[in-house]
């Protein structure tokens, strides 16, 4: 049964919303890449729960809340089902090398979440 495996928290200053987790609540966090993408290890993994990021903020995109992402086997059956079942699918399936694909969507009131089929290299995320 597909699960949340990420969050993501919106920021208009990542670098200090990143700081301002870190003390609060001890996580590691740390810059993808070159990405606007900061990476939350929020505990060790031994320990129930999920890790996620923080990202700069995109007014184009209308993304100011906190997403959740859900890891699903097969990400084109499951915008098929969201398409059946009312919700709508933001943008296209598209690939993040070595994470896995990936797209945003919406429940049929509006709340947005993503789905991400993990690629393999990702190991047991589900």
Known sequence: ?????????????????????AEVFGWKIKQWQDQQYWLIEA?????RGINGAIYQKDETKQMDRTVNTIGVDHLEAYVAKVQRSGGEVMDEI???PGVG??????????????????????????
């Open 1 to 21: 049964m597909p699960k949340v495996i990420h969050f993501e928290i919106p920021a208009e200053n990542p670098e200090m919303v990143s700081r301002f987790y």
């Open 43 to 47: 505990g060790p993994k031994r320990e």
């Open 94 to 96: 598209r690939e993040i």
């Open 101 to 126: 694909y990936f797209v945003y969507a919406k429940d049929p009131e509006g709340t947005m979440f993503g789905m991400l089929e993990p690629a393999k290299e990702m190991g047991k995320m589900m």
